[in-house]
């Protein structure tokens, strides 16, 4: 019979080895990305052989670098967490302050966790139609609304969460003084529930910002130096894949490791800020 002590060493042993494969693949992973695509990361690979002050205000065109891939995901996402927010926290608060368990929570409930499941081409191909049916073709407008598709489950269940981790004494104290329920929701709830919700709609922010499929029949396109709404628009998953499948030389290759390195920092920055706001600003009862 083995002794319990040796048996929780090898336990625990077992788990931290568990732990530091995770960590291992994830620096092994970055650490690759940073060496192949270093030698890319300069103003030319933003820029092309433009003149980087002149891009950025509009008086030169860059034909070549990923400015306006940057410009475009910031379009898309902009617009993804426009749509999402309204639909997501409110149709949270209706879930667990007034629907409760009823069927009809439930059954938004399943669909929302059957929505957060679907494979990303799913919804590239959902919004493709859109795109046909109403004749306006993909654009920059269509691609946001189908990334909101695809973060509205993540936002929705996140503020959920925030809104059960109040403690029921809030909401009663605010009764016992007169409030109504919504006033209570509104100036209770909702602020003691806003790191979770600031978190759900950053992890959404990250998720749609790395999206490739989603975006590749609704908006994107190889080059596009206009951010309008109903034009097609470069995004950096895009450009990565463009540049990873029809390269015609090691510099393109290069370049595409650095796009995929900047795109790993961005994730990085973006759920690094979630984790930030969830540990600083969550209070603990």
């Not at 499948?245 to 800020?273: C, H, N, R």
Request: charged residues 15%; glycine residues 10%.
């Amino acid at each position: 019979m083995i002794n319990p002590k040796l048996e929780e060493k090898i336990a625990f042993a077992l788990l931290r080895a568990c732990g530091l494969v995770v960590i291992s693949v994830l620096f092994i992973m970055v650490g690759y990305l940073f060496i192949k695509g270093i030698g890319a990361i300069n103003l030319e690979l933003f820029f092309g052989e433009a003149n980087p002050i002149d891009v950025i205000i509009g008086k030169e065109i860059a034909y070549d670098g990923i400015w306006y891939a940057i410009l475009g995901t910031f379009a898309l996402v902009t617009l993804a967490v426009l749509f999402s927010i309204p639909f997501g926290i409110l149709g949270a608060i209706y879930l667990h302050e007034y629907a409760g368990d009823s069927k009809l929570a439930r059954i938004i409930r399943f669909s929302t966790d059957c929505l957060a499941g679907l494979p990303s081409i799913v919804f590239g191909l959902f919004g493709f139609s859109i795109a046909i049916a109403t004749k306006i073709g993909p654009c920059l407008l269509i691609g946001g609304l189908t990334l909101s598709f695809m973060i509205l489950p993540i936002i929705m269940r996140t503020t959920e969460e925030g809104l059960k981790s109040i403690p029921p004494g809030l909401r009663e104290g605010s009764l016992a003084l007169g409030a109504t329920k919504w006033q209570t929701i509104r100036h209770v709830v909702l602020p003691a529930a806003l790191p979770q919700i600031i978190t759900g709609i950053i992890l959404g922010i990250g998720r749609s910002a790395e999206e490739t499929a989603a975006i590749m029949f609704t908006a994107a396109t190889a080059f596009s130096y206009s951010i309008g709404l109903f034009d097609q628009v470069e995004a950096l998953p895009y450009t990565l894949y463009i540049l990873a499948t029809e390269y015609t030389s090691q510099q393109e290759l290069q370049m595409a490791y650095g796009v995929a390195f900047i795109l790993v920092v961005m994730m990085f920055f973006i759920f690094g800020i979630a984790s930030y706001i969830r540990k600083k600003y969550t209070i603990k009862y």
